[in-house]
């Protein structure tokens, strides 16, 4: 039976592929995101936890500029009293790339994930997506890593270290644009390979995390899926993001893991591509929106 479309959604199938750039309004309101329960370290998950992928996650949670004036970081975390995560900001004009993601609330602990254009000349068309290994027991420091010396080979401090790369390809025809990338999905042996997209959606699973309900939704491609977390074509939602639509200065945007994303099936490295793919989509509209506030004040 042909599912029936939710109001507000915008997400028909893909036509054919190619890309261009996508801009959105600047973060704001200061809501909390929903509460969780996290899992009891070395123990089963519990409701709100994300099972199988380490607890490394809560299910939804925001993400916070740094209130210091000229900082370069901002947080991942239920409240901004409580970051998990720190997020180092860079231009997108140099060899960096445009987020590093921490393993802890310090820029100062290791690099866990990178995003990046392919290079700083590129179109922005290719995000390069850059995992580290788990952390645990690595030597590997932040600045290490952003300098890009965590190759996968021999070094002096220790045996080869295996990064996981992976393309998102931004897509567009006409006024609507997408993002396409393949991520490692499974727990254990049980590992593959499964296609994703990123679709732009005003639907009713972003306007659950914010009322202004702007903001993408991160559908799998793989099979069908059919009633709340699902999209008009009968794919499943698997994660979601929305700007916010109140007076926060700091707040940057919402997140939120649903359907299998939420249940840790899908793995380790799902949940940390899922994210980071996300919050780079965010960044890049959040820069593109400030440099045309910025024109605009600069020529009015």
Same mark, same amino acid.
């Given at each position: 039976?042909?599912?029936?479309k939710?109001?507000?959604? &915008?997400?028909?199938?893909?036509?054919?592929?190619?890309?261009?750039?996508?801009?959105?309004?600047?973060?704001?309101?200061?809501?909390e995101?929903?509460?969780?329960?996290?899992?009891?370290?070395?123990?089963?998950?519990?409701?709100g936890?994300?099972?199988?992928?380490?607890?490394?996650?809560?299910?939804?949670?925001?993400?916070?500029?740094?209130?210091?004036?000229?900082?370069? %970081?901002f947080?991942?975390?239920?409240?901004?009293?409580?970051?998990?995560?720190?997020?180092?900001?860079?231009?997108?004009?140099?060899?960096?790339?445009?987020?590093?993601?921490?393993?802890?609330?310090?820029?100062?602990?290791?690099?866990?994930?990178?995003?990046?254009?392919?290079?700083?000349?590129?179109?922005?068309?290719?995000?390069?997506?850059?995992?580290?290994p788990?952390?645990?027991?690595?030597?590997t420091?932040?600045?290490?890593?952003?300098?890009?010396?965590?190759?996968?080979?021999?070094?002096?401090?220790?045996?080869?270290?295996?990064?996981?790369?992976?393309?998102?390809?931004?897509r567009?025809?006409?006024?609507?644009?997408?993002?396409?990338?393949?991520?490692?999905?499974?727990?254990?042996?049980?590992v593959?390979?499964?296609n994703?997209?990123?679709?732009?959606?005003?639907?009713?699973?972003?306007?659950?995390?914010?009322?202004?309900?702007?903001?993408?939704?991160?559908?799998?491609?793989?099979?069908?899926?059919?009633?709340?977390?699902?999209?008009?074509?009968?794919?499943? &939602?698997?994660?979601?993001?929305?700007?916010?639509?109140?007076?926060?200065?700091?707040?940057?945007?919402?997140?939120?893991?649903?359907?299998?994303?939420?249940t840790?099936?899908?793995?380790?490295?799902f949940?940390? &591509?899922? %994210?980071?793919?996300?919050?780079?989509?965010?960044?890049?509209?959040? %820069?593109?929106?400030?440099?045309?506030?910025?024109?605009? &004040?600069?020529?009015?």
């Amino acid at each position: 039976m042909d599912k029936q479309k939710e109001a507000g959604e &915008v997400d028909v199938a893909p036509p054919p592929y190619t890309a261009t750039d996508t801009s959105a309004q600047p973060p704001l309101n200061d809501s909390e995101a929903p509460s969780y329960t996290a899992a009891p370290e070395g123990g089963s998950s519990e409701i709100g936890a994300i099972a199988g992928v380490s607890n490394r996650f809560p299910l939804s949670f925001n993400a916070y500029f740094e209130k210091k004036i000229m900082s370069k %970081l901002f947080y991942l975390g239920e409240h901004a009293e409580t970051p998990l995560y720190a997020v180092t900001m860079h231009s997108g004009w140099t060899t960096k790339p445009l987020l590093e993601m921490h393993s802890g609330p310090k820029d100062s602990d290791p690099i866990m994930a990178t995003v990046g254009y392919e290079s700083w000349f590129s179109t922005g068309k290719r995000t390069i997506i850059k995992i580290f290994p788990d952390i645990a027991g690595l030597s590997t420091s932040a600045e290490e890593s952003s300098s890009g010396s965590s190759s996968g080979s021999d070094s002096a401090s220790g045996p080869a270290v295996a990064v996981k790369t992976f393309d998102m390809i931004q897509r567009y025809k006409w006024t609507r644009s997408w993002h396409e990338l393949s991520i490692e999905v499974g727990i254990g042996k049980d590992v593959r390979q499964e296609n994703f997209e990123w679709r732009r959606t005003q639907g009713e699973e972003v306007k659950e995390l914010d009322s202004s309900g702007e903001g993408w939704k991160l559908v799998r491609l793989e099979g069908t899926a059919t009633g709340k977390n699902s999209t008009s074509d009968g794919k499943e &939602v698997v994660a979601v993001w929305s700007v916010n639509g109140g007076w926060s200065m700091t707040k940057f945007c919402k997140f939120q893991f649903l359907g299998s994303g939420a249940t840790g099936v899908l793995g380790d490295t799902f949940a940390i &591509v899922a %994210l980071i793919s996300g919050l780079k989509i965010r960044y890049a509209e959040y %820069l593109q929106n400030t440099a045309s506030n910025a024109a605009g &004040v600069a020529t009015a």
